[in-house]
Nanobody, 128 residues
Framework: QVQLVESGGGLVQPGGSLRLSCESYGPALECYTIGWFRQAPGKEREGVSV????????VNADFARGRFTVSRDHAKNTAYLEMSNLEVADTAIYYC?????????????????????WGPGTQVTVSS
């Protein structure tokens, strides 16, 4: 059983940076594809970035490309989402999720239904 806990959210000014952490209590995160999702008030949850299982292959949503980077520290069993040049539109609750399953299409990993384990989320607020 994978238990995920996010941290690192907070209030940041436009143009600022944050690093979110997703710590796993249980099996090695390397065995899972990690997805970062976010949900803004009144909007549906959307995929942000994906780090494929047992690899360093990452995929970002269009809005995240060039600004967000997902990574994993095996020794700490923790995944990260580094966000820079933040915009007001990035304000949301950010979630990490994990799945052991593999899919041929990268787009499948941006479907929250394929993930088995979720953290409780961490709030990111971008405001001046």
């Amino acid at each position: 059983q994978v238990q995920l806990v996010e941290s690192g959210g907070g209030l940041v000014q436009p143009g600022g940076s944050l690093r979110l952490s997703c710590e796993s209590y249980g099996p090695a995160l390397e065995c899972y594809t990690i997805g970062w999702f976010r949900q803004a008030p009144g909007k549906e949850r959307e995929g942000v970035s994906v780090l494929r299982r047992s690899s360093t292959i990452t995929v970002n949503a269009d809005f995240a490309r060039g600004r967000f980077t997902v990574s994993r520290d095996h020794a700490k069993n923790t995944a990260y989402l580094e966000m820079s040049n933040l915009e007001v539109a990035d304000t949301a609750i950010y979630y990490c999720a994990a799945t052991p399953n593999m899919y041929d299409r990268e787009s499948a990993y941006f479907n929250d239904a394929v993930y088995d384990y979720w953290g409780p989320g961490t709030q990111v607020t971008v405001s001046s």
